[in-house]
């Protein structure tokens, strides 16, 4: 079992739809979780950074973690033809520089 | 503009040869590390660095090789050895982890496409 699983996709999700983006994980001492987003050819940039269960909210991002679950999640509001990327969740234990990627989801909002 | 730059953005290599791609940050970071990209696969990390001179090999090390002489300089050589190179490489930098307290923002450059002909 791969330490963190993350549904590859493709999703293609009209505009202005809700869209779930979800990742589990099998390493109890992740401490830190993060959604990256990736545009086609660019690097990744940090969108959601959290560390504890609950919700956090940005804007029309809501990061969601579960730690007895080992689940995270990204939801996005009202999604627009910009947010048409691949999105990457990672997860890192405490002390630790070594970020564990899922393999990312790619996603496609259609105007 | 503080960020991190890479060069070259595509490179193509023949098979045999040493490659080396730059990888330099403007951001006074102490850590910089080296991923590679597959389709598919997500993001592995190569090697990494935490300090001038030092440098700890991630999970798929083998077949490149590094060196971090300036803070702000980490190239990665991707060696014959290598057996299959070609991929996306994406450098990345933040300030040093440290071994306690919250894990620091790692902040990613542009990426080196790299093709084996």
């Known amino acids: 079992q791969k330490e963190v699983e993350q549904d590859p996709g493709p999703l293609s999700v009209p505009e202005g739809a809700i869209v779930s983006l979800n990742c589990t994980y099998s390493?109890?001492?992740?401490?830190?979780f993060m959604w990256y987003r990736q545009y086609s050819r660019k690097g990744p940039e940090l969108l959601m950074y959290t560390y504890s269960s609950g919700n956090k909210e940005d804007g029309r991002f809501t990061a969601q973690v579960d730690k007895s679950s080992k689940y995270i999640s990204l939801f996005i509001r009202d999604s627009q033809p910009s947010d048409s990327a691949t999105y990457l969740c990672a997860m890192v234990e405490g002390g630790s520089e070594k970020l564990v990627f899922g393999k990312g989801t790619k996603l496609t909002v259609n105007p | 503009d503080g960020g991190i730059t890479q060069s070259p953005k595509y490179l193509f290599r023949k098979e045999g040869q040493n490659v080396t791609l730059s990888c330099e940050q403007n951001?006074?970071?102490?850590?910089m590390y080296w991923y590679r990209q597959d389709p598919g696969q997500g993001l592995r990390l190569i090697y990494y660095?935490?300090?001038?001179?030092?440098?700890q090999k991630g999970d798929i090390a083998e077949g490149y090789s590094v060196s971090r002489e300036k803070k702000e300089s980490f190239p990665l050589t991707v060696t014959s050895a290598q057996k299959n190179p070609t991929a996306f490489y994406l450098c990345a930098s933040s300030i040093d982890q440290g071994t306690s307290g919250p894990h620091n923002e790692q902040f990613f450059g542009p990426g080196t496409r790299l093709t084996v002909l």
């Open positions: 951001l006074n970071h102490d850590a």
């Open positions: 660095s935490q300090i001038v001179n030092d440098f």
């Open positions: 390493n109890s001492a992740f401490q830190y």
